[in-house]
């Protein structure tokens, strides 16, 4: 009988680590869905830093360019002729920046 009972309860305990592993093994699924749903957010807050890094850098340019024409006495038709191309160029990097998340 007592050879009967040790066996009951190795069968039992391994019953439990069983259950404990499957258990454990769900736990890690979802860990690592969470990790890459981070991972994604983390790609999109990089992407719009980039977007909005190049945004900065041609507001800075377009600023420049303004602080330039009004020492020249006022803004003269180059100056606002680069400033509509820099605006093109804005709209056009915000379509590519678009495609690219998509």
Known sequence: MAITRQLDQILLK???????????????????????????????????????????????MARSLEAMSGINSGINEKTLDIKQKISEFVREIDKCIVLLKK
Do not use: G, I
């Open 14 to 60: 391994t019953q439990q680590l069983l259950e404990l592993s499957s258990a454990l093994q769900e736990e890690n699924d979802l860990l690592k869905l969470e990790n890459q749903s981070l991972k994604d957010r983390m790609d999109d807050a990089n992407a719009r830093n980039v977007d909005l890094e190049e945004k900065l850098r041609a507001l800075k």
